[in-house]
Nanobody, 127 residues
Framework: QVQLVESGGGLVQPGGSLRLSCVAS????????MGWFRQAPGKEREFVAA????????WYGDSVNGRFVISRDSAKNTVFLQMNSLKPEDTAVYYC????????????????????WGQGTQVTVSA
């Protein structure tokens, strides 16, 4: 089974930037999708961004649209999340997930539609 490993989290001041990485242990299909979600204490897992492995399609949650950018390097089986203009409310554990097939918007926004998850990486935005 494919394994996912996130990295890049840390402590950053408001207005700062971080780039998260998610490496898949093996190549996946062009029809698969990768998503980033986040979960703050006491809250449900929230959709952040998603991308189709083919690169033909990216989607963002309303709270991060215009500040975050998702991209992928297929040769390295890696998906990135560039986070800019960070706010304290962005503080959470960030998870990447793999959706097998049917990588369309409505499915990629639903965490229950993902088959594989990484272990998560903590992002803390604080002065």
């Amino acid at each position: 089974q494919v394994q996912l490993v996130e990295s890049g989290g840390g402590l950053v001041q408001p207005g700062g930037s971080l780039r998260l990485s998610c490496v898949a242990s093996e190549r996946t299909s062009r029809d698969d999708g990768m998503g980033w979600f986040r979960q703050a204490p006491g809250k449900e897992r929230e959709f952040v961004a998603a991308i189709r492995w083919s690169g033909a399609g990216t989607w963002y949650g309303d709270s991060v649209n215009g500040r975050f950018v998702i991209s992928r390097d297929s040769a390295k089986n890696t998906v990135f999340l560039q986070m800019n203009s960070l706010k304290p409310e962005d503080t959470a554990v960030y998870y990447c997930g793999l959706r097998l097939g049917r990588a369309i918007s409505a499915i990629l926004r639903d965490p229950s539609q993902y088959s594989v998850w990484g272990q998560g990486t903590q992002v803390t935005v604080s002065a």
